[in-house]
C-alpha cells in the first residue's frame, strides 16, 4: 500500500513539475540546469516524438542522480518508506512517460502490463495532453493531464480542476 501511494505522490509530483515548466519556465534563466529544462519541455511539446531518440538514461540523467542522491541520504536518516521511495520513483518519472510516447509494439511486455494496469501512463492517456480533437496543442494552451506517470490522478486532479485553479490563481502570467 505505502509502495502504491509513493507511486501516486510522484505521479502528484511529476504534474505539478510539468505544471511549473509549461506555464512558468519562459524566457532566459541564469541558471543552465533550467534552461535545458525549458528547453527540453519546449522541444517536447513541439516534437514529442523526439524524446526517444535518447536512450533510457538519456531521458533521466539530467534529474535522476539528484533523486538518487535525495533518496539515499533520507533512507540512510531512517525516515519512513513512502519519504525516499517517493523520490527514487519520481527519478524514473520521464521514462515513465516516454513508453506513453513509444509505440506498443516495441515495449517489453512488463512495461505493457503496467500500462494496462495504469500505474505506468499510456500512449492514449497522454496524448490528451498534447492533442485535443486530434490537433496538437502548445504547451501554452494544454490544460489536463499533467501528470505523467499513471493514469490513475489525472481523471481525479482534472475532476476537481487543480490545474485549472492553479491556472486561475498562479499563472500563467500575460
Ligand atoms: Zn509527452
Ligand atoms: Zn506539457
Not at 2 to 19: E, F, N, Q, R
Not at 53 to 80: D, E, M, R
Not at 98 to 120: C, D, N, V
Request: charge should be positive.
Amino acid at each position: 500500500m505505502t509502495i502504491l501511494l509513493a507511486w501516486l505522490l510522484a505521479d502528484l509530483i511529476s504534474g505539478l513539475v510539468h505544471w511549473y515548466e509549461d506555464r512558468a519556465m519562459t524566457g532566459q534563466s541564469r541558471f543552465a540546469f533550467l534552461n535545458s529544462v525549458r528547453a527540453d519541455n519546449e522541444r517536447h511539446h513541439k516534437m514529442p516524438g523526439f524524446m526517444l531518440k535518447f536512450s533510457w538514461w538519456g531521458n533521466i540523467n539530467t534529474t535522476a542522480p539528484f533523486a538518487w542522491l535525495l533518496a539515499a541520504v533520507l533512507f540512510y536518516w531512517g525516515v519512513p518508506l513512502i519519504v525516499w521511495l517517493t523520490p527514487a520513483f519520481l527519478s524514473f518519472g520521464n521514462l515513465v512517460h516516454r513508453w506513453a510516447h513509444e509505440s506498443p509494439a516495441r515495449l517489453y511486455w512488463p512495461i505493457k502490463l503496467m500500462q494496462w494496469t495504469g500505474l505506468f501512463i499510456t500512449f492514449n492517456h497522454h496524448a490528451g495532453h498534447h492533442y485535443v480533437a486530434g490537433k496538437p496543442v502548445s504547451r501554452e494552451d494544454s490544460r489536463i493531464r499533467f501528470c505523467v506517470m499513471s493514469n490513475w490522478l489525472n481523471p481525479i486532479l482534472d475532476y476537481v480542476g487543480l490545474f485549472r485553479w492553479l491556472d486561475k490563481f498562479v499563472g500563467p502570467r500575460k
